[in-house]
């Protein structure tokens, strides 16, 4: 899959030899126009070309959107592609509308940039529809009142922090924790077990990764069912600012025309927020707490606000969140908690104790896990496993300054429950199998609360933990040991 590049010389306008304006300052990533005529609207599309240049290098032309009337004559842009090359002069070119994305059945299977354009080196789409990428929320009236869980096929998470149907969910973790791997299941447990498409969008993503993301969807025969659209690392602000937006006006496409449920991946959140920074503080605007943009609440809400459920069908995000210094008082994580209905926190700890998905089990919630939306035994369950969780942790520093053997025999029992949970809660991925040689399982709920209760039944107390480590069901650990018999 090559780079992304500039729109091609298919995107322009037919009128670029009748001008709009003219390019008066280049700023970085924002540009001021100065206009003949009447002021084009914000969030409407320029196009900065020079005629000639444009026609022996269609790639230099330049995707500008309204963000700002200055005065009378003047508009201030962001830049959606690369500047260089612009000079004052330059002639600009409005279109009357704001950026259009393709829409359609043909989008699967494809890789998109901001504007829409394939970037997978496969060709054109055929002539489909297309729409604008600044789309209001679903009214009120719309909106699926119903409440149900959406299920991953992964243990800890259906178990203790199950996600919303139509929801969002977050993945908050610092770099290397495994918040891509997580997201990567997820598209391939949605095309092995569910009736939907996956939308996947990389904000802020670096180019290997989303070539290694299309090759891996590609040989696992997943790539049919999925959508990606990236506004890469390498890009300019603008085109990370609006990537969210191409993707989830893709996704809207399905959820009300093809009336199919959708999974909206989002890797990373944080990315938008800090694309939105930088375009800030080139628009000159006075930075808020910890040199955040002042808008980022609004900026974040008309993203957020757009993913829903309505009678047709669902859109049900899951986003990666980075958080800077595993900071979650970080405003750009606080922000971003507002708008979740589930929160699944990956723990470096556990990470580094090889317990994957490194989810932590106690700074997880969802507020899905109630008795009348999960029922009463899953809502049982998962009080108990956190309660034995909880239990293990107060007693950790005892254990490193005393020992195990100091505890009373009650909570040594509780110890060894813990850590057999902790076990058991781990689980082998389908993407991950090439590299750990374990295949990959997909639990139902069912099973993960039978497996779960049976641990806290004190099952498995005979046999050593680790016949728990990496499994699907608890009828696998009883499979891989036979019980010791009492000395």
Same mark, same amino acid.
């Given at each position: 899959m090559p780079a992304p590049r500039s729109p091609g010389?298919?995107?322009?306008?037919?009128?670029?030899?009748?001008?709009?304006?003219?390019?008066?300052?280049?700023?970085?990533?924002?540009v001021d126009v100065a206009v003949v005529g009447d002021?084009?609207?914000?969030?409407?599309?320029?196009?900065?070309?020079?005629?000639?240049?444009?026609?022996?290098?269609?790639?230099?032309?330049?995707?500008? /959107?309204?963000?700002?009337?200055?005065?009378?004559?003047?508009?201030?842009?962001?830049?959606?592609?690369?500047?260089?090359?612009?000079?004052?002069?330059?002639?600009?070119?409005?279109?009357?509308?704001?950026?259009?994305?393709?829409?359609?059945?043909?989008?699967?299977?494809?890789?998109? !940039?901001?504007?829409?354009?394939?970037?997978?080196?496969?060709?054109?789409? @055929?002539?489909?529809? &297309?729409?604008?990428?600044?789309?209001?929320?679903?009214?009120?009236?719309? &909106?699926?009142?119903? $409440?149900?869980?959406?299920? $991953?096929?992964?243990?800890?998470? +259906?178990?203790?922090?199950?996600?919303?149907?139509?929801?969002?969910?977050?993945?908050?973790?610092?770099?290397?924790?495994?918040? $891509?791997?997580?997201?990567?299941?997820?598209?391939?447990?949605?095309?092995?077990?569910?009736?939907?498409?996956?939308?996947?969008?990389?904000?802020? /993503?670096?180019?290997?990764?989303?070539?290694?993301?299309?090759? /891996?969807?590609?040989?696992?025969?997943?790539? +049919?069912?999925?959508?990606?659209?990236?506004?890469?690392?390498?890009?300019?602000?603008?085109?990370?600012?609006?990537?969210?937006?191409?993707?989830?006006?893709?996704?809207?496409?399905?959820? +009300?025309?093809?009336?199919?449920?959708?999974?909206?991946?989002?890797?990373?959140?944080? &990315?938008?927020?800090?694309?939105?920074?930088?375009?800030?503080?080139?628009?000159?605007?006075?930075?808020?707490?910890?040199?955040?943009?002042?808008?980022?609440?609004? !900026?974040?809400?008309?993203?957020?606000?757009?993913?829903?459920?309505?009678?047709?069908?669902?859109?049900?995000?899951?986003?990666?969140?980075?958080? @800077?210094?595993?900071?979650?008082?970080?405003?750009?994580?606080?922000?971003?908690?507002?708008?979740?209905?589930?929160?699944?926190?990956?723990?470096? !700890?556990?990470?580094?104790?090889?317990?994957?998905?490194?989810?932590?089990?106690?700074?997880?919630?969802?507020?899905?896990?109630?008795?009348?939306?999960?029922?009463?035994?899953?809502?049982?369950?998962?009080?108990?496993?956190?309660?034995?969780?909880? *239990?293990?942790?107060?007693?950790?520093?005892?254990?490193?300054?005393?020992?195990?053997?100091?505890?009373?025999?009650?909570?040594?029992?509780?110890?060894?429950? *813990?850590?057999?949970?902790? &076990?058991?809660?781990?689980?082998?991925?389908?993407?991950? /199998?090439?590299?750990?040689?374990?295949?990959?399982?997909?639990?139902?709920?069912?099973?993960?609360? +039978?497996?779960?209760?049976?641990?806290?039944?004190?099952?498995?107390?005979?046999?050593?933990?680790?016949?728990?480590?990496?499994?699907?069901?608890?009828?696998?650990?009883?499979?891989?040991?036979?019980?010791?018999?009492?000395?």
């Amino acid at each position: 899959m090559p780079a992304p590049r500039s729109p091609g010389w298919g995107s322009l306008p037919a009128v670029v030899d009748a001008p709009t304006g003219t390019i008066e300052a280049v700023h970085g990533g924002v540009v001021d126009v100065a206009v003949v005529g009447d002021l084009p609207d914000v969030g409407e599309l320029l196009w900065a070309a020079h005629p000639e240049r444009d026609r022996a290098e269609p790639s230099a032309a330049v995707g500008l /959107e309204v963000v700002a009337h200055l005065d009378h004559h003047r508009v201030r842009s962001i830049a959606l592609s690369a500047t260089q090359g612009l000079a004052r002069g330059d002639p600009v070119t409005a279109t009357g509308d704001a950026i259009t994305v393709p829409v359609g059945e043909a989008l699967l299977g494809r890789a998109f !940039d901001v504007f829409g354009d394939p970037i997978d080196g496969r060709g054109p789409l @055929p002539d489909v529809p &297309r729409r604008s990428v600044h789309r209001s929320p679903p009214p009120l009236a719309r &909106r699926s009142t119903t $409440t149900e869980v959406f299920p $991953t096929g992964i243990k800890v998470i +259906d178990v203790l922090c199950p996600l919303e149907r139509g929801g969002n969910a977050g993945l908050f973790g610092g770099a290397g924790v495994g918040k $891509t791997v997580l997201i990567m299941e997820m598209i391939h447990d949605m095309v092995g077990h569910q009736e939907g498409v996956s939308v996947f969008c990389g904000i802020g /993503e670096r180019c290997r990764e989303a070539e290694e993301l299309y090759r /891996e969807l590609e040989e696992s025969g997943t790539l +049919d069912q999925a959508v990606l659209v990236f506004g890469q690392m390498n890009e300019q602000p603008g085109a990370r600012l609006r990537a969210g937006h191409t993707a989830l006006t893709m996704a809207e496409w399905f959820r +009300d025309d093809r009336r199919v449920d959708v999974l909206l991946l989002i890797d990373n959140i944080f &990315r938008f927020v800090q694309a939105g920074s930088e375009v800030s503080g080139l628009l000159g605007q006075i930075p808020s707490r910890l040199g955040y943009q002042p808008t980022l609440a609004s !900026d974040l809400a008309g993203l957020e606000e757009r993913i829903a459920s309505t009678p047709d069908g669902a859109i049900t995000s899951i986003q990666a969140v980075y958080v @800077p210094a595993d900071d979650l008082t970080d405003p750009a994580a606080v922000h971003v908690f507002g708008h979740l209905s589930a929160s699944v926190v990956l723990s470096r !700890d556990r990470a580094a104790q090889g317990l994957y998905p490194a989810v932590d089990p106690l700074a997880s919630g969802s507020k899905m896990l109630t008795p009348s939306v999960v029922g009463d035994r899953h809502y049982r369950i998962a009080q108990e496993v956190r309660h034995t969780l909880a *239990a293990y942790e107060e007693l950790k520093d005892v254990i490193t300054m005393l020992g195990l053997e100091e505890l009373s025999r009650r909570d040594q029992r509780v110890v060894a429950r *813990a850590r057999r949970l902790e &076990r058991f809660l781990t689980q082998p991925f389908a993407v991950t /199998e090439q590299f750990t040689g374990v295949e990959g399982r997909y639990v139902p709920l069912d099973t993960a609360l +039978d497996g779960c209760e049976r641990v806290l039944a004190d099952e498995f107390e005979d046999r050593s933990e680790d016949v728990l480590y990496m499994i699907g069901g608890a009828d696998e650990a009883a499979a891989r040991e036979p019980a010791r018999a009492e000395p």
